[in-house]
T-cell receptor, first 111, second 114 residues
Framework: QKEVEQDPGPLSVPEGAIVSLNCTYSNSAFQYFMWYRQYSRKGPELLMYTYSSGNKEDGRFTAQVDKSSKYISLFIRDSQPSDSATYLCAMKYSSASKIIFGSGTRLSIRP | EAQVTQNPRYLITVTGKKLTVTCSQN?????MSWYRQDPGLGLRQIYY???????DKGDVPEGYKVSRKEKRNFPLILESPSPNQTSLYFCASSLGATGVTEAFFGQGTRLTVV
């Protein structure tokens, strides 16, 4: 079993919809939770990270961590065609540990 | 302009011929890292460095070497490349030593080993 599981999609939603992207993990020791966005033929970009549990909001993006369920989510409000990309979740055990990624979810926003 | 620069962007080489992929950042970042990306496997961390002369193994370090002799540079060395190292490689840097703040990625190096 992989440490971090992510549904590869593709996920297709109409413009303006709320998008929910999710990852599950197996090790409760993870403390840092990150979301990256990657456009086709480009390098990833870090969207946001959360330390431990709780929510974090940045504009149209909200990251949630539920440590009791070992489940993290990224919500995108008022989705735009420019949000079409692959979204990768990632996690770290501690400040000094390696980063472990999910396999990514391909998202398409239909105009 | 803040950036992470990788070279070369594309490389085709033969099995066993040593190669180096360079990575340089101009942001005075503490943290630097190398990743490989393969279809269906997502992004996997190869090595990372939290500061000069400090490096550590990521998820898939076998067959790779790194060094961090100065803050701005973090080269990836393949001593004896094999076809299973054919992949898309990314270098990244980050402001904080944890690697999760203000992370920047390079444009990628597509390596083919025949």
């Amino acid at each position: 079993q992989k440490e971090v599981e992510q549904d590869p999609g593709p996920l297709s939603v109409p413009e303006g919809a709320i998008v929910s992207l999710n990852c599950t993990y197996s090790n409760s020791a993870f403390q840092y939770f990150m979301w990256y966005r990657q456009y086709s033929r480009k390098g990833p970009e870090l969207l946001m990270y959360t330390y431990s549990s709780g929510n974090k909001e940045d504009g149209r993006f909200t990251a949630q961590v539920d440590k009791s369920s070992k489940y993290i989510s990224l919500f995108i409000r008022d989705s735009q065609p420019s949000d079409s990309a692959t979204y990768l979740c990632a996690m770290k055990y501690s400040s000094a540990s390696k980063i472990i990624f999910g396999s990514g979810t391909r998202l398409s926003i239909r105009p | 302009e803040a950036q992470v620069t990788q070279n070369p962007r594309y490389l085709i080489t033969v099995t066993g011929k040593k190669l180096t992929v360079t990575c340089s950042q101009n942001m005075n970042h503490e943290y630097m890292s190398w990743y490989r990306q393969d279809p269906g496997l997502g992004l996997r961390q190869i090595y990372y460095s939290m500061n000069v002369e400090v490096t550590d193994k990521g998820d898939v370090p076998e067959g790779y070497k790194v060094s961090r002799k100065e803050k701005r540079n973090f080269p990836l060395i393949l001593e004896s490349p094999s076809p299973n190292q054919t992949s898309l490689y990314f270098c990244a840097s980050s402001l904080g030593a944890t690697g999760v703040t203000e992370a920047f990625f390079g444009q990628g190096t597509r390596l083919t080993v025949v």
